[in-house]
T-cell receptor, first 113, second 116 residues
Framework: GDSVTQMEGPVTLSEEAFLTINCTYT??????LFWYVQYPGEGLQLLLK?????DKGSNKGFEATYRKETTSFHLEKGSVQVSDSAVYFC????????????FGKGTRLSVIA | DTEVTQTPKHLVMGMTNKKSLKCEQH?????MYWYKQKAKKPPELMFV???????INESVPSRFSPECPNSSLLNLHLHALQPEDSALYLC???????????????FGSGTRLTVV
């Protein structure tokens, strides 16, 4: 079945450091790919998405590129802030069939001043 | 209105109580979802409603009973829960279950449930 694998956390960075959170997927066909963020005590918010190969999703300084050849959708940000501390979930949704969103296990990011 | 609203935000209930969680959206979405999230874990899918019909039940115990009274509302009725059912319960909606795959889900803020 479809699955998403994320790098293990937690990730601790200093403010203004470069962030990469790796995400790879296994799916039949060409799914849509998403990054969700969950701040402490809150629900999940859609951070960015990409729906086809080579698409780049971006939002709030975060970017991720849909790489079909490596089945990856790594999340990057050039300069993190303390307010970026959260849990980040990579997810996919197959285009065929009535299939719900499939989540990775999540990566906890802590940014220290 | 681009939100999913969940009430209550917090709930403490005894093991013999009956309570309900409520979820509401006015985005015209036709698929709605209940998820359970334990601490430091990803959300686990419980139920999916598509066009107000139960589409997926992920082998959830019968002490959890979903209901979709109309296209905007989703309830989760709770009865005789166990302490291990304590978790964050998230509701989400999406444009459609099948053809809307290009779109992500919109999540509510969740109900933090404690069973004592």
């Amino acid at each position: 079945g479809d699955s998403v694998t994320q790098m293990e956390g937690p990730v601790t960075l200093s403010e203004e450091a470069f962030l990469t959170i790796n995400c790879t997927y296994t799916a039949t066909g060409y799914p849509s790919l998403f990054w969700y963020v969950q701040y402490p005590g809150e629900g999940l918010q859609l951070l960015l998405k990409a729906t086809k190969a080579d698409d780049k999703g971006s939002n709030k300084g975060f970017e991720a590129t849909y790489r079909k050849e490596t089945t990856s959708f790594h999340l990057e940000k050039g300069s993190v802030q303390v307010s970026d501390s959260a849990v980040y979930f990579c997810a996919l949704r197959a285009l065929s069939g009535n299939t719900p969103l499939v989540f990775g296990k999540g990566t906890r990011l802590s940014v220290i001043a | 209105d681009t939100e999913v609203t969940q009430t209550p935000k917090h709930l403490v209930m005894g093991m013999t109580n009956k309570k309900s969680l409520k979820c509401e959206q006015h985005m015209g979405h036709r698929a709605m979802y209940w998820y359970k999230q334990k601490a430091k874990k990803p959300p686990e899918l419980m139920f999916v409603y598509s066009y107000e019909k139960l589409s997926i039940n992920e082998s959830v115990p019968s002490r959890f009973s979903p209901e979709c009274p109309n296209s905007s509302l989703l309830n989760l009725h709770l009865h005789a829960l166990q302490p291990e059912d304590s978790a964050l319960y998230l509701c989400a909606s999406s444009q459609d279950l099948g053809t809307g795959a290009n779109y992500g889900y919109t999540f509510g803020s969740g109900t933090r449930l404690t069973v004592v």
